[in-house]
């Protein structure tokens, strides 16, 4: 079974379209994550809900929306795609109380041409 | 402010040999602080974690990390490298303060182990 699952693997398409990416955890954890890491391999926070609550908004532009219908779930959806938004996208889910530790999920590849 | 630093962008170290990834921290308080591994084309795995306590812990696949608070520092060990070790590292911090759980990581130690 996997813990933390994304949807899609690999995202290819051209600018100015909307596209989505879909995150899933089977963990019961309450707490999720969506990161970007870019070309170079650096790894930065965008958001954070915590059972359907954002806790965390990092300076990320508002094309950027992430949602989360339930704390088993969290998407973003990306409006007006820019090529500086290409990139890998990772979720991330956390458990409650002494569990620090982050789970990740295998990454989504978007490509913007 | 976090922050981590990686000093070595690629570590590179014979199997069967001794490696270690530098890391060292800045964070107001006692931190949280952790070891995560990529493999080409995956997500990251987490491989241990320093909290509370003993100085030295024991992770997956046979790393440990050494907690050193006089140095800020937390580098990554294991006694004996295997060709499957190689891959991306990456140290993170949290503060303990946080509520939100928030990572800052550092910028990544490429790690080669050759045969």
Known sequence: DTAVSQTPKYLVTQMGNDKSIKCEQNLGHDTMYWYKQDSKKFLKIMFSYNNKELIINETVPNRFSPKSPDKAHLNLHINSLELGDSAVYFCASRGAGSSYEQYFGPGTRLTVT | ?115
């Open chain 2, 1 to 115: 402010a976090q922050s981590v630093a990686q000093p070595e962008d690629q570590v590179n170290v014979a199997e069967g040999n001794p490696l270690t990834v530098k890391c060292t921290y800045s964070v107001s308080g006692n931190p949280y602080l952790f070891w995560y591994v990529q493999y080409p084309n995956r997500g990251l795995q987490f491989l241990l974690k320093y909290i509370t306590g003993d100085n030295l812990v024991k992770g997956s696949y046979g790393f440990e990390a050494e907690f050193n608070k006089s140095q800020t520092s937390f580098h990554l060990k294991k006694p004996s490298a295997l060709v499957s070790d190689s891959a991306l590292y990456f140290c993170a911090v949290r503060a303990p303060s946080s509520n939100t759980g928030k990572l800052i990581f550092g910028q990544g130690t490429t790690l080669q182990v050759k045969p």
